[in-house]
């Protein structure tokens, strides 16, 4: 852990993989895979009483990635991802599209600070930008023409930032990353 | 290690925020031209039949185990039911003539009169097969499509009542805006005096409304609207709500009528799309 940290604060890029990267890196056959798999899974038959509470596990995995493999999953993945979202929603194409682009530029941003918190405290983090995200679609479609809004959906960016520690603990089983007890008992 | 996973030696991409912007310009402007003209609805097409078979396969094992469940029902059950549906039957074959008679007297009643014979109707039966999980608008989808003859804008109705309308087709399935979303609205008739007015959805479950009623409407609690015919969508005669209460202005200088949907609306799994027959 120290290695990475010098690394990284002295503010040059590693020439070789270190750490975690060097252990298993991520191949864009896994990213392609796991965004696949989550995005199926948001379409399955869920009751439609609880549709608003449902996660956006595609989200979820992005921003996984976006963490873990910034240069195979950015904003041209976000981007892609969103659309395929609002073509099978029947949304106006875009939608999502913008929203995931916001919500990877922010992680991209902040990947760095989140790598020295305990998976807790990212979900904290990214608590906020999973709401931002469900606000960003809900006004977006309030300002392009739709007249009624369900605000009830935003409950959704909670559901999503709640699963953040349990999503990360299956996807790093699932990609072979190295376990980080030391991170999740905050040593 | 792939190339891909390593960071460059010299960086000769442009910078994340030009990305971003550029990928923020690009979503708007897909936005606008989406909103504003129908130019999408092939990419919209294209992507719902690539989805639409794996959604399928998606949802077969849930379909398999709900009928795995009806496998095992009681023998007594199915006699009762069959019972209940053979009386069921016997009576509605006697409404059926009843239905004819009146059909075959319309008719010529129609050619005393000299007016054109009403069309026709030719039923589309159709199963919803899904929710979708939009924040906007009420929808379903029913999986009847253009394959099948569907066309957008024609009714879709329950055996009780008015549901909604076919708002868009794909190949194989097809997307029905419910008549509780707040932008659809049915031209319909008081059943007891034949007033004509307008019933919208007002964004809620279970209930519509008649936005702009006249103070001194005679329309009372317990009335039930059928439709009129008039819009040249929906067929006339159709059920569609009944009135609850009667809302008396108070800002404004119209009053309002709840009323509650006869159809059930996006609760039963069976529905049917009404088809204008083809004459031959």
């Given at each position: 852990m120290n290695g990475i940290g010098k690394s990284m604060s002295n503010g040059s890029k590693p020439l070789i993989p270190q750490g975690e990267e060097l252990a298993r890196p991520p191949t864009r056959l896994m990213v392609l895979i796991s965004l696949v798999a989550a995005f199926m899974l948001t379409l399955l038959p869920w009751p439609k009483a609880a549709l608003w509470l449902v996660p956006d596990l595609g989200l979820l995995v992005l921003v996984y990635w976006n963490i873990h493999a910034p240069r195979l999953a950015a904003l041209g993945v976000a981007f892609a991802l969103g659309l395929a979202m609002d073509a099978t929603h029947g949304l106006l194409l875009g939608l999502h599209a913008l929203s995931y682009c916001v919500v990877t530029f922010l992680v991209l941003m902040l990947r760095r600070r989140l790598a020295f918190f305990t998976l807790k405290g990212q979900a904290a983090h990214l608590a906020p930008l999973f709401l931002l995200q469900e606000a960003l679609v809900l006004l977006l479609g309030l300002a392009y023409?739709?007249?009624?809004?369900?605000?009830?959906?935003?409950a959704a960016g909670i559901v999503t930032a709640a699963l953040w520690v349990p999503a990360c603990l299956v996807l790093d089983r699932l990609t072979g990353r190295p376990a980080r007890l030391d991170r999740v008992t905050g040593g | 290690m792939s190339p891909a996973t390593q960071a460059p030696l010299f960086v000769r991409e442009m910078g994340l925020t030009t990305r971003f912007g550029l990928y923020l310009l690009v979503c708007l402007i897909l936005m606008a031209v989406d909103s504003r003209y129908s130019a999408m609805s092939v990419v919209r097409t294209g992507i719902n039949a690539v989805v639409h078979p794996a959604q399928q396969v998606l949802v077969w094992p849930f379909e398999f185990l709900a009928d795995a469940g009806g496998f095992f029902t009681v023998h007594n059950d199915l006699v009762r039911e069959r019972d209940r549906l053979l009386q069921e039957r016997g009576q509605l074959r006697a409404r059926l003539q009843e239905y004819q008679a009146l059909k075959s007297e319309n008719e010529r009643l129609h050619t005393l009169a000299g007016l054109p014979p009403a069309p026709g109707l030719h039923r589309v039966q159709a199963e919803i097969i899904r929710a979708d999980q939009d924040p906007f608008t009420r929808k379903v989808i029913v999986n009847r499509g253009s394959l099948h003859g569907v066309v957008a804008g024609r009714p879709v109705i329950d055996e009780l009542g008015l549901i909604g309308q076919v708002t868009q087709v794909f190949p194989a399935s097809s997307e029905v805006t419910l008549?509780?979303?707040?932008n659809q609205s049915a031209p319909v008739q008081a059943m007891r005096n034949g007033m004509r007015i307008l019933v919208s959805g007002m964004g809620s479950d279970s209930l519509l409304e008649v936005?702009?009623?006249?103070?001194?409407?005679d329309l009372k609690p317990g009335d039930i609207l059928l439709t009129s015919g008039l819009d040249g969508i929906y067929p006339a005669g159709i059920p569609v709500a009944r009135v609850l209460q009667i809302e008396l202005p108070r800002h404004n200088p119209f009053a309002r009528a709840i009323c509650q949907p006869l159809g059930g609306v996006g609760q039963h799994r069976h529905v049917v799309i009404l088809m204008p027959e083809k004459r031959a």
């Open positions: 023409g739709h007249s009624q809004v369900d605000w009830r959906y935003l | 008549l509780t979303d707040h936005r702009y009623l006249d103070l001194h409407a």
